[in-house]
């Protein structure tokens, strides 16, 4: 993803929150952290109901990406698939189970970010 392109990687989460949907994943949330980081521009976080879901979330969201140019640069916890971390640059998705999303609670780690609506990007 080109860090030049705001526009860009607001498209590329838009396609991820579309492949979490198609999954339906459980309370997907979007933050807008290019005010707090310089480590992407957004975090999108999903949860899933169990490990074959939240894989199958992580493949759809790799697919669709894949499909509009937008490879993963590395992506982390998908075997075990209680915290799946997909790292686009500009974007990086975390996918949990119930249980790790409480325990990380990354809403509450970057408050300082802007939770935004996919309507909104």
Known sequence: MNKKDPARSAEFTKLAIEALESRKAIDIRIIDITEVSVL?????????SNPVQIQAMSDAVAEKLQKAGCVARQIEGYNSANWILMDFGDLIVHIFDGENRLLYDLERIWRDGKQIAPEDL
Do not use: L, M, P, T
């Open 40 to 48: 992407a521009d957004y975090f999108v976080i999903a949860e899933g």
